[in-house]
């Protein structure tokens, strides 16, 4: 299950995978993407990754997208990960991550209130700030933007 809330993980990678394929990424951004997860929550490996046949480009975007999982506290990992992308300056990394928020502001509704509004006030519009001069898919960005601007509903 998702951290925060009552829907299973897989649902948000499928999620993610598809924003990505409706902006036009390629198999290995997308495919990063539904794997962006993995190593975090369910313990999948480097190693069992390859063995499952990933290219070596896909396991490093999943690298880039993925928390220390060594760090105990949730606020820290996710600075440390976008130090991480900061340092990296890949666009692909950048478009999973930006899937990956765009995925949660949107569903964050059904999050416990404390993570609706972390999601909500604090990392879509940081992430959004972070991410205004990428050179993302323009409809990528513009749609973490609609979400971050207009709110979320019943807050």
């Given at each position: 299950?998702?951290?925060?809330?009552?829907?299973?993980?897989?649902?948000?990678?499928?999620?993610?995978?598809?924003i990505?394929?409706?902006?036009?990424?390629?198999?290995?951004?997308?495919?990063?993407?539904?794997?962006?997860?993995?190593?975090?929550d369910?313990?999948?490996?480097?190693?069992?990754?390859?063995?499952?046949?990933?290219?070596?480009?896909?396991?490093?975007?999943?690298?880039?997208?993925?928390?220390?999982?060594?760090?105990?506290?949730?606020?820290?990992?996710?600075?440390?990960?976008?130090?991480?992308?900061?340092?990296?300056?890949?666009?692909?990394?950048?478009?999973?991550?930006?899937?990956?928020?765009?995925?949660?502001?949107?569903?964050?509704?059904?999050?416990?209130?404390?993570?609706?509004?972390?999601?909500?006030?604090?990392?879509?519009?940081?992430?959004?700030?972070?991410?205004?001069?990428?050179?993302?898919?323009?409809?990528?960005?513009?749609?973490?933007?609609?979400?971050?601007?207009?709110?979320?509903?019943?807050?």
């Open positions: 299950m998702r951290k925060g809330c009552d829907v299973p993980a897989y649902v948000h990678s499928q999620r993610v995978f598809n990505l394929k409706d902006f036009g990424y390629s198999e290995e951004v997308r495919l990063g993407g539904l794997l962006h997860d993995v190593i975090e369910a313990g999948v490996t480097v190693e069992e990754l390859k063995e499952l046949g990933c290219s070596d480009r896909t396991i490093k975007l999943v690298l880039l997208a993925t928390h220390d999982i060594e760090m105990e506290h949730g606020d820290e990992q996710w600075v440390m990960l976008l130090a991480q992308l900061i340092k990296a300056d890949d666009q692909d990394a950048w478009a999973i991550k930006t899937a990956d928020i765009l995925d949660n502001v949107r569903s964050c509704m059904s999050m416990v209130a404390h993570r609706r509004a972390f999601m909500r006030h604090v990392k879509g519009p940081l992430f959004l700030s972070l991410i205004r001069k990428k050179k993302l898919h323009d409809g990528l960005f513009q749609a973490l933007k609609e979400v971050v601007d207009n709110g979320i509903e019943k807050e």
